[in-house]
């Protein structure tokens, strides 16, 4: 596993919300609904998104839109429409005044006031609450688009071909399918890293340092040291280490310590995992040892963060807006 396998694995959809909006100009959505990650692409029109402190960004039919971070944002016909509809956590829905709207009869996960508008878009939404994802939403943009000639158009036309079906397991396809375009546009945009982009995201093609990383996701729970990561990679000692800082901004240990303990935090989600089990799963010889570096490195009790709400949302670091090629 490399890392960025390991970090893609966490943006997985349950029941993600998809819809299928059909519009006509003027039209413009305030959207704040505290979703982390969203994407939305066209079918057909055109439409602008409006994060705030941004640029007004086009997008045309097939480009894939990724917006990161809980902040509240407009999608519109135009960059001077104004507001008309306001999306709420859980999808609620009401006009600017504050009537309550509802789906209208177009057919399963379909909105919009009229049966063959000028614009259909397509959107999905997930609600992450993995440590793991935290790690990648904490290096994406805040806003990634993917124009539709760098992208996968098939994947796109089985996603709007599924969404007006209603076969069997059709939730659990539709989750698939949205993870699928999600990761194709992640792979394009990690295989291009940006000037500011993450230490682990540009080391991932160094000679050195990219079999290194892939060591330790593939098998975080190894004794690894520093001696035998650089036996593994053909380099000394002192060369992967001064490498790996210089390129990812932390030593190979501080690495792998960050990596284990946010696998750790992770696996304490899960109801039936005793600390002891996620103690051996990640790399630490008994509970006690896992329970002192967790405190340390994120001043809370193994205990005290099962206690906790799972991963509060927040505010993406990154707000510019890029587009991929």
């Not at 066209?42 to 994060?51: P, Q, S």
């Not at 407009?74 to 709420?88: R, W």
């Not at 007006?164 to 945009?189: I, M, N």
């Amino acid at each position: 596993m490399d890392a960025l396998t390991g970090l893609l694995d966490g943006p997985r959809a349950r029941g993600a919300f998809l819809l299928r909006s059909v519009l006509d100009p003027p039209w413009s959505l305030r959207i704040q609904d505290g979703s982390p990650l969203s994407l939305i692409t066209l079918v057909r029109g055109e439409a602008y998104i409006l994060k705030q402190d941004a640029t007004p960004v086009r997008i045309e039919p097939g480009d894939v839109a990724v917006v990161n971070g809980v902040e509240p944002y407009n999608v519109a016909d135009s960059p001077g429409t104004a507001p008309q509809i306001i999306i709420h956590p859980g999808q609620r829905c009401e006009s600017v005044d504050g009537i309550e709207m509802t789906m209208t009869g177009q057919g399963v996960r379909t909105w919009g006031a009229a049966a063959d508008g000028a614009t259909v878009m397509i959107s999905g939404t997930y609600q992450m609450h993995s440590e793991v994802s935290r790690r990648l939403l904490d290096a994406l943009p805040g806003l990634l688009i993917r124009p539709a000639e760098a992208g996968d158009r098939a994947l796109i036309d089985l996603l709007v071909r599924e969404m007006t079906g209603t076969e069997p397991a059709q939730d659990l396809v539709l989750d698939r399918l949205l993870d699928l375009v999600l990761v194709s546009v992640l792979r394009s945009w990690l295989a291009a890293p940006a000037d500011d982009a993450p230490g682990w995201q540009k080391a991932q093609a160094d000679a050195v340092v990219g079999p290194a990383l892939r060591l330790i996701h593939d098998d975080p729970s190894y004794a690894w040291t520093v001696a035998s990561l650089a036996a593994r990679t053909g380099v000394s000692r002192a060369s992967l280490a001064r490498r790996f800082t210089d390129v990812v901004g932390e030593s190979p240990m501080a690495y792998l310590t960050g990596w284990r303990l946010t696998l750790a935090a992770d696996l304490l989600r899960q109801d039936d995992a005793t600390l002891e089990a996620v103690a051996r799963r990640v790399g630490y010889g008994s509970a006690f040892a896992l329970s002192t570096a967790f405190k340390r490195e994120r001043g809370v009790s193994p205990q005290e963060y099962r206690r906790r709400p799972a991963l509060a949302p927040h505010p993406s670091p990154l707000p510019r807006v890029v587009r991929l090629t």
